[in-house]
Every structure is written in C-alpha cells, then in structure tokens.
C-alpha cells in the first residue's frame, strides 16, 4: 500500500499516520468542520473536508469517505476505533470498492461484533459462558422466565454496539420491565438496533481482554492480557498490562480461548476478546471486540510490538511477523484516558478552551493525543483528550510514574479526569491489586477531590508563611509572585531557582 485514508479523528487519526509515515505510507484525513484546525488534519498528507461537525453528517457518511478513498486513489482504508470500525456493511463496501480494509472480514465482522453470535460461536468452542439468553429478548415473559433461571441481579445488554451503552443492572423482578425498555430505546438511538438480551450480573468481577493478532494464513496469537476494571457508567478509565491477578496458567489459558475464538471465524487483523474474571478466578467470555482498542498502547509497550504496523501488514496479505513463542512480557505499563469529564460531578462532560495544555514528559512516558493549546473541546464527540501511558519494570514503577506523570500535566479551561487518575494511583485498593470493575461505587465520593484541593490550599499558605522572612539587614531576601490560587505561579528567590506550580487536578 502507497496510501492509506484513516476514516477516524482525533488522537487515534494521528497516531495511525504516524505509523504510516514510518512504513513511508502516504495519509489522506477526512474531517467534518469542527476539526478543521485538528492536528491530525494538518499531519495528514491529504486532507478532505466530508460536511458538518455531527458524525451522521461526516464520520458515519461511509459512502461519501469510500468515494473520497477512490477519487485521492487511496490503496486502504483504516477505521481506527468507534465511529465505523465494526461497521461490517463499511467493511463491505470498502472491499467492493476494490479498496483493502485494514481490519477482519465483514463477515468475521458480523459474527463477532453482534455479541449474540459471539456467544453462540463462543458456546461452540467451549468457552465458559455467563448464564443467561441465548438470543435476543423475544417479549416480556421470556425475559421474566430467563431472569429468574439466572438469579438476580442480571445485566441487560445491546447486542450491538459497546461502550455501556444499552446496559442495565437490574436488582429486583419488578425493575425489569422498564429497564429492558430504557436499555433497548438506548440502543435504538446508538447503534439502530434495539435488540438486547440478559445475563447473570457477575458479583465483584474484573474485566480483563485478551489482545489477539491474525492473519489469512491461518496464523493467529494472543498478546497476553489488558486490566480494565476501573471504569465508571461501564466504560474504562484506567487499563494496565498485565493484570496484577493472573498466574501464567490462567493467562494461557484464556488466551488460548480468545485464539480459539479468532480461528472460528477465519479472523485477521487485531481483535480483543472480553472476559469477566470472578473472585475466584473463573473466567466467562463477555465479547470480541473486532478493531484496535483505545487501550493497545499498554500492549505495545509490554511486547514491543506496533500493533497497527501489524495490522497494515496483515492487510496487504503478509504472514505475522512474530510467533507465540515469541511473545513474552517486559515490565509493566498503565494507561489513562484523560477526559473532559468532571470526577466531582458524576464524571458529567465539560467543555470549553484549553487554555493551558503541556502534556508530561521524561523516561516511561507517552502521550497518545490530538489536543493543543488554544483548541476547544468539540461537544459532538467523546470527550478524550489523551491517554497518558507510563511504562516501568515492574507495576510499582508505573504507579510511581503514572503519579508523576499526573502531576505534570498542565490542562486549564476544562475540568478533566487527571484528578480521579491521581486518586486512583494513590488508593491502597489499586496499589494492593485487590479491585474490581466496582472500584468507583465502592472507594470514590466526589467530595474526596474537593478534600484534597483544600488541603493543597492549606499547604500553599503554610509554604507562603515559611518563606516570608527577611535577612538581618531588613531587606527582604524571598520575593512570591502569586496570581490567583488556580493556576498560581509561586516564585522563590526572583530568579526562578525554583518553582511551585500548584493547579486544580480536577
């Protein structure tokens, strides 16, 4: 392939260039207008503009980016994640366009994506299964009839789609009807299809993915596993690899399931499979994941392996480049997204101008983004600014440099989900590995980050009284310059020998 058109935005648009361009791959970049000025446009060699700022109108028009692909004689398209990444109709039509769609079949699409045929390819192969449906809710009475065979609490779930969207818990027989309602409408309005069905809702669980790559040859392998049971309204916030649980049998184990999974349905490219993990480890299939996940960085750096160089490779129909026995994990790496979210305000999205943005740098550190200073935080799509990787040998490491990481992340004009990152850093429940996907409800109380920006108030004043004092000649031997107290630049001795930059986490 000589071009390649990323058919996404954002932080994911640009680091799919950048690995284009170093495979000297040319990139072409479709954007709606609220990203005109995006960085990912002006890092892309070509750049079209494909209509309004909602995705309807531009990032879903698989049509009008097919056509953009043909006219700029683009080789391939690249789905990135969400928007039309297992879209298996867009998979189609790229391929009936003579173009190579970088990702599985859409037929492999279709079995995986839809979770209800996952579950039953996954029954198959012998995959342990959590109790529930086997299909799609069909009426009232037989959900009644499944809830009560599986034992409440059970979990309604889309069967397209993700990101918790068209998921509820629900506790008690008489909540049931008007969840399955709520549940189904929800994913009606996200994914156009409302079908849903029931499962055992999972006391206590982890939510662990296994990382799988194939390729048409029949080759596939699993890179070893991604914790992702820090979350809130059902999505991630925080992915490690490994998980601090698994013992190397286990971690076999379930990646051998998810390679299983991969082989039945003739599956190439990378893929994710989901499992819940109990408190007594026993593991149930959850779903497959038919894209590159936002979470792959801590995989990248846990192997060495460019998960997306891998995938254009498999695309132009070569071999993996590595075997199983290849593959062995090197130290330890924790990601986090980084949100225009507000932790103190049920994780409410914010918007608004980065008024201040300088990301953190230094040994273990990487920043996946597509934000600068001055940009405003577009109110059409997800509200990520980054993720923030840390890498170290060992876990304690990349807790020691996620926290210093967090601390030198400079981002004023919106509230952000760093505040909640450091807490999570920082609690004896995450540091000890003893959590799971309830950490949020169990440990976290929004008035937590309010405790501790008003400690940081009470120390900034003690640092300002201690450094108050004059020489024995009377003259004042300390200058502070001190704005206002979000954002303060305090100043020791005039000539910046040293600095304390206090700012809101939140």
Known sequence: MQKILIANRGEIALRVMRTCRDMGIKTVAVFSEADRNALFVRYADEAVCIGPPESAKSYLLGDKIIDVAKKLKADGIHPGYGFLSENAGFAKGVKDAGLIF????AEAMKMMGDKLSAKETAKKRNVPMVPGTEGA?????EAKKAAAKAGYPVLIKASAGGGGKGMRVVEKPEMLEEQIKTASSEAKSAFGDGAVFIEKYVKGPRHIEIQI???NHGNAVYLFERECSIQRRHQKVVEEAPSSVLTPELRKKMGECAVNLAKACNYSGAGTVE???????D???????TRLQ???PVTEMITGIDLVKEQINVAMGNKLSFCQEDLKINGHAIEIRVCAEDPANNFLPDIGKLVKYAPPKGPGVRVDDGMEQGMDIPIYYDPMIAKLIAYGANRDEAIRRMTRAIDEYEIEGVQTTLGFCRFVMGHPAFVSGKFDTHFVNKHFKPEMLLREQNNEDQ????????LSF??????TVHRINRKNTDGANITINGSGVSNWRRRRMN
């Open 283 to 289: 593991f149930y299939f959850l779903e497959m994941n």
């Open 470 to 475: 004059t020489s024995d000649k009377g003259k």
């Open 137 to 141: 809710i069909k009426n009232l009475e």
């Open 102 to 105: 970088i990702g599985p079949s």
């Open 275 to 281: 499992f819940l993990v109990d408190e007594n480890l």
């Open 213 to 215: 790559m194939a390729d």
């Open 294 to 296: 936002v979470e792959h």
């Open 459 to 466: 120390l900034m004043i003690a640092a300002i009284a201690a």
